[in-house]
């Protein structure tokens, strides 16, 4: 089926303009690290800057007594890149923990800091791994923050000893992490495949175990259902180590190949969390499709712009968790605002009438399943004029 010629016009208008706005806040200059700095070690007389991310701190004016070194660690946090400015003194015993920047949604960051990681790593060697649920406790709901937080401060703080001369041991690669969320992954996207088929007489029943087993693994279990934020982290380049993230791997690239293949949503439709969530109330309320035919496309077109604006606040801050809005969180982990909750209670009141209010008309990703979609027509169709031509004479 052809899309309207204004889908096409809005779809290219959106990757410039998404283009542009990732060049121009990828231009701002970085912000001063010297006030995180000084938060670690306050009762520093004063910190003068090393090479790179290095710093020193003294006790007095004329650095007969060093104090310590703090050094930048980076690790990857769930919305991207996650700095912490750590302070190590001279027995290589970290003293002092900053966050220097993230890129994580508030609601995850706060129940990170509610949960008092920080101060548990005051106290650490630089040669310990502060590896969650070994030496450091984890955080339940927020595992890959809580996850970035230590291996930043671990990296910060192996920079932060070597410079004081101690034997630091570089870390190896990191461990493929492989297991029930990714086998349950495949397994679904098998189900997804097999049920779209045609021919298939089961797929009514084949639909209805996916989604359920989607709420209960990816929604409640897991909590890591595709989102918006997860999103616009691709868009900005911050791609995770693929040996520790292979789950969120399988998911992006499960939905493009099924889609590539097949044009079919994979994810969606069979094993969305929280479309799950509002089917079950639809099937108690006996919930029916009750668009407007006068209203659809304004809808859709409001659902995209939403998602457009969404995208866009994330790039120009650098930080995926900007864009977020769905109500994933508020529901899997009984986690936000007063506004959050009252909105899900509205969604899923609304679900027992209208089938998936929330997919239907303000879930970002619809729109952006849309666009792959769309992207695969318009190069099917340049295959198809470029196959058909005939040979000039």
């Not at 791997?249 to 590539?260: A, D, M, P, S, W």
Request: aromatic share 10%.
């Amino acid at each position: 089926m052809n899309q309207p010629k204004s889908d096409r016009i809005f779809a290219l208008g959106a990757l410039i303009l998404i283009a542009v706005v990732w060049i121009v806040s990828a231009a701002r200059t970085q912000g001063d690290l010297m006030p995180v700095v000084r938060a670690t070690i306050p009762k520093a007389d004063h910190i003068t800057k090393q090479d790179g991310d290095l710093y020193a701190a003294w006790a007095e004016p004329d650095e007969a007594d060093l104090l310590a070194r703090i050094a930048i660690g980076s690790a990857d946090g769930y919305g991207g890149p996650l700095r912490m400015a750590v302070a190590v003194d001279p027995a290589g015993v970290v003293i002092g923990v900053v966050i220097a920047d993230d890129k994580e949604t508030p609601a995850w960051m706060g129940r990170v800091l509610d949960s008092g990681l920080l101060k548990s790593l005051i106290g650490k060697s630089y040669g310990d791994s502060l590896i969650l649920g070994d030496d450091v406790d984890g955080v339940t709901g927020a595992t890959y923050t809580a996850r970035a937080m230590a291996q930043a401060t671990a990296a910060g703080g192996r920079d932060a000893a070597a410079a004081f001369g101690h034997p630091v041991e570089e870390p190896g690669p990191p461990t493929i992490v492989f297991g029930p969320p990714e086998i349950v992954l495949i397994l679904l996207f098998a189900i997804g495949f097999v049920g779209h088929q045609s021919r298939f007489p089961y797929t009514k029943q084949l639909r209805w175990l996916s989604m359920i087993t989607g709420l209960i693994v990816i929604g409640f279990l897991y909590n890591s259902p595709v989102t918006i934020a997860y999103i616009t982290k691709l868009v900005l380049g911050y791609w995770p180590a693929w040996q520790t993230n292979l789950y969120w791997y399988f998911l992006i690239g499960g939905i493009l190949f099924v889609f590539t293949v097949d044009n079919k949503n994979p994810y969606c439709q069979w094993c969305c969390p929280f479309g799950a969530a509002q089917d079950c109330m639809g099937a108690i309320g006996g919930a029916k499709t009750r668009t407007p035919v006068r209203f659809q496309r304004l809808l859709i077109w409001l659902q995209r712009i939403l998602t457009l604006a969404a995208i866009l606040l994330g790039v120009w801050f650098r930080n995926p968790g900007v864009a977020s809005y769905e109500l994933f969180g508020t529901l899997f982990e009984v986690l936000g605002s007063s506004v959050q909750f009252a909105a899900l209670g509205l969604v899923l009141i609304a679900a027992l009438f209208i089938k998936r209010p929330w997919c239907n008309y303000l879930c970002p990703i619809r729109p952006v399943t849309d666009l792959i979609r769309l992207i695969r027509q318009m190069v099917k169709e340049r295959w198809q004029q470029a196959t058909q031509r005939t040979p000039a004479a």
